[in-house]
Antibody, heavy 118, light 107 residues
Framework: EVQLVESGGALVQPGGSLRLSCAAS????????MAWVRQAPGKGLEWVSS????????YYADSVMGRFTISRDNSKSTLYLQMNSLRSEDTAVYFC???????????WGQGSLVTVSS | DIQMTQSPSSLSGSVGDRVTITCRAS??????VAWYQQKPGKVPKLLIY???TLQSGVPSRFSGSGAGTDFTLTITSLQPEDVATYYC?????????FGQGTKLEIK
């Protein structure tokens, strides 16, 4: 059974940094693309970033380009999202997802709440 | 960047109704469209990928169609458990944009 467990969400001040992690199990991690999708309170889904199975190719939404970095450690079956220069509009639940095609999310974690506020 | 525009933003139907949600891409995206269902307070769930391929375990009353720029999610016989918000997404190339969502309710 695929399991994706996010961690690292917290309350952080504007301009601060945070790193989210997503521990994966139940599948061959290195052969699957991964993504981060966020959902602000009461709002719709917003795709944030994707990464291929090898980690060679990455993709970002314009809203986070240059501030967020997606990465993965296939030896640890873990996905990361380094978030810098955080803004109030980054406040959201961040979901980790996996898919057999980059950008497609066929399994989802439960989400990790990031709150950016002073 | 290619935008994904969903319509309507909300709709309601009676049990047994056929309902249709539309997603329009601002440029052609071949068949790289997925549809997700998010029930209140729950994690999103993949329903359909590659425009019309049903994800394993999804009831057959759900179907997808379209090509190029216009795509459709159809529920042939609406059930109470289908109350949710539905999202389309493009995944042919980055950015992998979602539509703004369609909230479906039962009358």
């Amino acid at each position: 059974e695929v399991q994706l467990v996010e961690s690292g969400g917290a309350l952080v001040q504007p301009g601060g940094s945070l790193r989210l992690s997503c521990a994966a199990s139940g599948f061959t991690f290195s052969t699957y693309a991964m993504a981060w999708v966020r959902q602000a309170p009461g709002k719709g889904l917003e795709w944030v970033s994707s990464i291929t199975g090898s980690g060679y190719s990455t993709y970002y939404a314009d809203s986070v380009m240059g501030r967020f970095t997606i990465s993965r450690d296939n030896s640890k079956s873990t996905l990361y999202l380094q978030m810098n220069s955080l803004r109030s509009e980054d406040t959201a639940v961040y979901f980790c997802s996996s898919g057999d095609f980059v950008g497609l999310s066929d399994s989802w974690g439960q989400g990790s709440l990031v709150t950016v506020s002073s | 960047d290619i935008q994904m525009t969903q319509s309507p933003s909300s709709l309601s139907g009676s049990v047994g109704d056929r309902v249709t949600i539309t997603c329009r891409a601002s440029q052609g995206i071949s068949n790289y469209v997925a549809w997700y269902q998010q029930k209140p307070g729950k994690v999103p769930k993949l329903l359909i990928y590659a425009t019309s391929t049903l994800q394993s375990g999804v009831p057959s009353r759900f179907s997808g169609s379209g090509a190029g720029t216009d795509f459709t999610l159809t529920i042939t016989s609406l059930q109470p458990e289908d109350v949710a918000t539905y999202y389309c997404q493009k995944y042919n190339s980055g950015p992998h944009t979602f539509g703004q969502g369609t909230k479906l309710e039962i009358k």
